[in-house]
């Protein structure tokens, strides 16, 4: 029970003040505190965003039931895809020092929570908001990914920000195309 007192402040710290997160978070693991799966916390969040989502395109007056079907599955494409990307792929593209290799699933899912739950946005039913949601989302990974890589993974200049990009973009890229997918259709 516990891990559950920390886990709900520690995520919503890791969505509005990354600043506060990471340093709780390099904490956490360094004294083997319980905490979830990397995929298991991030994919958490995406469930909870996609139940979001598809309320707001239930709410949506003129959306038929096709349609609140589409934006459900366009929303669990890319928010579940936002942390099954950046949790699966981040340890194949980054690269740290050989000791802090194994925190690189949970810093990509800990980057990739502000950009899942951005969506929550989606509560609010119109086209134009999915969009400003993901690139909102984007930018926040990006903040929160160059914050951990510092505090976390402990890394500086060059490798930082390429690790920054890396993971924003994997947080963000399924989250963006499922965006523009939901705006197309």
């Known amino acids: ?46 469930g909870a965003t996609v ?18 079907v589409q934006a459900f599955v366009l929303a669990a494409v890319g928010y579940g895809g936002s942390a099954l990307a950046s949790v699966w792929l981040a340890p194949r593209l980054i690269r740290t020092h050989p000791g802090t290799q194994a925190l690189v699933p949970r810093y990509a899912s800990a980057c990739a929570i502000p950009a899942i739950a951005s969506g929550a946005i989606n509560i609010v039913p119109l086209d134009a908001v999915v969009l ?31 690790t920054t990009v890396i993971i924003a973009a994997l947080a963000s890229t399924p989250i963006v195309l499922s965006a523009l997918l939901r705006l197309a259709l």
């Open 1 to 46: 029970m516990e891990s559950r007192t920390v886990l709900v402040p520690l995520t919503l710290k890791l969505i509005a003040v990354p600043e506060l997160a990471w340093p709780r978070l390099t904490a956490a693991e360094a004294r083997g505190e319980e905490l979830p799966a990397p995929l298991l916390h991030a994919g958490a969040v995406a």
């Open 51 to 68: 139940l979001v989502t598809l309320l707001g395109a239930a709410l949506k007056v003129d959306r038929s039931l096709g349609g609140v």
């Open 132 to 162: 400003l949601g993901a690139v909102f989302g984007a930018a926040a990974s990006y903040r929160s990914g160059s914050l951990g890589a510092r505090d976390f993974l402990g890394m500086e200049g060059a490798s930082r920000r390429q």
